[in-house]
């Protein structure tokens, strides 16, 4: 087993595979370095790809203490990994928190990442439901606190963006909430407290995303309400922005549609390393309506 040491001390599990430009994958809350199977047997073909455990998620150590968790740590850890593995540069791809710390690592990081996936990204942004987001996530936290991972993983499992996953792979959402049963309550009460209820909204990094010269590919189910629009908002925000929307799809788009996710992070890294993701070509800009009639 390998691990990463961070720079506040923490022990961080990865494994890596494969040769040849390398992709680091960084998972959501509800999953762990498991969550990515589908994408490294996938890229491994053709690229070193890196998966890794975050602080709370075992066999990575679990803090207990949850100011040693936070957005800008949560970035940091992804440099801290890289720099385990030798790896000076990287594609970053994640979903949901991983999405967010994506995001955050080429904000902070930028001479880090050659480009990234921000996927399912979103939940929480929405100024509209900030109060409601905390709330529900401090829910969140006491339930896998005092209930336990094995008892309330079921029912987090069936949430609005996850029911598209267990209608269309039953097998698939069976796998994936065993695991989550497995996760270590105080890691992931932590996290949830930490990273994500303290995360800045990603509208209030408007001028530095409007400043932000990584190329960005942002994904999102149709079906997985509260990141359709903050989404639209980092495409049109982000000048080297894409959106990919997955039509009858919710939150967990790598495994509930892994050959599209996978064949679309392909192309987009492919575009990438050609030199072909430029920025948004003034000439489409939406305000400039030509007259037919």
Request: hydrophobic residues 40%.
């Amino acid at each position: 087993m390998s691990f990463a040491k961070t720079t506040d001390g923490i022990r961080l599990f990865y494994e890596a595979a494969g040769e040849g430009t390398p992709i680091i994958f960084v998972h959501e809350f509800g999953g762990s370095h498991w969550s990515w199977e589908p994408q490294l047997n996938f890229f491994a073909r053709r690229h070193r790809v890196i998966t890794f455990a975050a602080r709370g998620y075992p066999p990575s150590d679990i803090p207990s203490e949850v100011d040693s968790y936070s957005q800008a740590r949560a970035a940091d850890d992804i440099v801290d990994v890289l720099d385990a593995a030798g790896i000076d540069k990287a594609h970053v791809v994640g979903l949901s928190m991983g999405g967010f710390a994506a995001l955050h690592v080429a904000l902070r990081h930028p001479k880090r990442v050659l480009s990234t996936v921000a996927a399912g990204a979103g939940y929480g942004a929405e100024k509209a439901h900030e109060d409601y987001f905390k709330g529900i996530s401090e829910q969140v936290a006491k339930n896998f606190q005092e209930r336990g991972a094995k008892d309330f993983a079921p029912t987090y499992a069936e949430g609005a963006s996850r029911v598209q996953f267990q209608e269309k792979d039953p097998r698939g959402w069976q796998l994936f909430a065993e695991r989550l049963a497995q996760h270590d309550p105080l890691g992931a009460a932590n996290t949830m407290r930490g990273v994500q209820m303290r995360r800045p909204s990603l509208y209030d990094l408007e001028a530095e995303f409007r400043k932000l010269d990584t190329p960005v590919l942002i994904m999102t189910g149709d079906e997985d309400d509260h990141c359709i629009q903050p989404g639209l908002f980092l495409k049109r925000t982000i000048p080297r922005a894409g959106i990919a929307v997955f039509p009858k799809s919710g939150h967990t788009l790598n495994l509930e549609e892994p050959e599209l996710f996978n064949r679309l992070v392909a192309d987009f890294i492919s575009q990438v390393e050609a030199g072909r993701w430029k920025p948004r070509d003034p000439r489409a800009n939406p305000s400039q309506i030509m007259r037919t009639d």
